[in-house]
């Protein structure tokens, strides 16, 4: 299947470029006076940076989940939240953001406080140097660049992997996969949250193969799937005759994952009596094998995953409080796929390459199927698309794929209507995306904001996509 930039790289920029085709920064300017979001703006206007704005504390907070943001001024006196609160808040949605302080108020003492929150630098309003802003955002953004160069040496001299089949360009998925990076090498416990088939496995294993215990174990343990009778056991490991069927000894999983990492899959369904014994063993580090007496210590790193609420199941008393703090060390969520639409192509193109050879065929999809596949919530998540993907390929007579080969429960959505194409005329991903594109401009009549609300887009995704398929706007308009 013919396609092209849609596949990701380990960092994507949704952002617009300079005329030398070089990435810049994107900047979030945040204060409640417009006029001061205007003289900002006019300072920087020179820098090919890509500008956003904001005039409240959680306008700027919304901006920074859904968009990567290099740099941001934030003034310290906001409307509704205060601006330190702000950069604390921001500093847990992406450590990478450099954050500077801009106060008409400043004081030692709150110069101090944002440096201790993490700002990058603190500066007084009003400006009397025209170029201080500019000067200080390139300094921030080759700050930025600087220690992203060193943490890439980093991972080429550990042999880090590139976090391949982590797929996703929307920003909550590179940011995953950015702090992923930077847990690879760490010992921190990580707590993975999210729901089925959103991929908790697969970004455990890349934090795992990607880190220094890479050479030792990964070993999966899926707390749903044991029989309660004999998880212990199978945590811990058994003596032989220490219980009815035990006709040899275990070393039991934990043993095995010495050196390397124990990753407890749902460990929201582990019994509250287990729940003590991997509490008193995160604490200890300790093996203790059921039927016997000597003790073994262990070296392992452990990543938890569930798809339930335990904040939820702690109040409810079904998961034990100090439990769920010693695992929530980091936590890492991952958003379902009907709330990273953008990822779509992405992954259909990955996972029709992973399983192609496998089945021997080179298909490709029409463009209503496609369009389909696109408008599907899909419940299941990636496990689902994958599996259809799968069936399509298994099942399918047809060597471009169409509406009649999908399963039932996206063909019963209604038909898609699509541009002016013959219904046999096969499109890549790479056309079919142009088509989209196009067709929304030209519902809105150029205008870029409304087709990128048509196409469930941000902004930023919006113009990249313009620049990527060599789309005239003003042609269209």
């Known amino acids: 299947m013919q396609t092209a930039n849609l596949m990701l790289e380990s960092r994507t920029r949704e952002a617009s470029m300079d005329s030398d085709n070089q990435y810049r920064g994107k900047v979030l300017i945040v204060d409640d006076e417009p006029n001061i979001i205007k003289a900002v703006t006019r300072l920087l206007h020179k820098e090919g940076l890509e500008l956003l ?15 990567l943001i290099d740099v941001m001024l934030l003034d310290v ?58 000067l200080t955002i390139r300094r921030a953004i080759s700050y930025k660049n600087l ?19 982590m797929i996703g360009i929307s920003a909550p998925m590179q940011r995953i996969t950015r702090l992923a990076q930077r847990l690879a090498n760490l010992e921190s ?118 798809n339930q609420n335990l904040e939820q199941m702690v109040a409810e008393k079904k998961f034990r409080e100090d439990l769920y703090y010693r695992l929530n060390v980091v936590n890492i969520e991952i958003p379902p796929l009907r709330e990273r639409q953008e990822d779509i192509p992405a992954l259909i193109k990955h996972l029709m390459d992973k399983h192609s050879a496998r089945y021997n065929r080179k298909m490709s999809i029409g463009p209503e199927a496609f369009e389909q596949l696109l408008q599907f919530s899909w419940p299941g998540n990636v496990r689902q698309l994958e599996n259809v993907i799968i069936q399509m390929l298994s099942l399918s007579v047809n060597e471009v794929i169409q509406p009649e080969d999908l399963p039932p429960f996206i063909r019963s959505l209604a038909p898609v209507q699509t541009a002016s194409v013959s219904d046999d005329m096969p499109l890549s991903l790479e056309e079919y995306e142009r088509l989209c594109v196009e067709r929304a401009l030209q519902q809105c009549k150029g205008n870029i904001m409304e087709a990128a609300k048509i196409l469930n887009l941000g902004k930023s995704t919006m113009y990249r996509k313009i620049k990527d398929l060599n789309i005239n706007v003003k042609s269209i308009s």
């Open 53 to 67: 704005s904001a005039e409240t504390g959680a306008q700027a907070l919304s901006i920074l989940e859904n968009t």
């Open 77 to 134: 006196m906001l409307p509704d939240i205060n601006g330190l609160d702000v950069l604390r808040h921001a500093k847990q949605i992406d450590p990478e953001t450099v954050v500077v302080m801009m106060t008409g108020h400043g004081t030692i003492k709150s110069a101090v406080e944002a440096m201790k929150a993490g700002a990058f630098e603190y500066l007084t309003k009003p400006f009397e140097d025209n170029d201080l802003i500019p």
């Open 147 to 165: 220690k992203e160069e060193n943490q890439k040496l980093q991972g080429m001299i550990s042999g880090q992997c590139q976090f391949s089949n």
């Open 189 to 306: 416990t990580v707590l993975i949250t999210g729901e089925s088939g959103t991929g908790k496995e697969v970004l455990a294993r890349n934090i795992h193969f990607s880190g220094s215990r890479r050479q030792r174990a990964f070993v999966p343990i899926d707390c749903g799937a044991i029989p309660p009778g004999i998880i212990e056991s199978e945590l811990f490991g058994h003596l032989k005759g220490s219980f009815t069927g035990a006709s040899q000894s275990s070393a039991g999983l934990l043993k095995m994952a010495d050196k390397g990492t124990a990753f407890f899959d749902e460990i929201g369904d582990l019994p509250l009596e287990m729940q003590i014994k991997l509490l008193r063993f995160l604490q200890e580090r300790e093996v203790r094998p059921v039927g016997g007496t000597t003790v073994d210590t262990v070296d392992i790193r452990i990543i938890a995953a569930t």
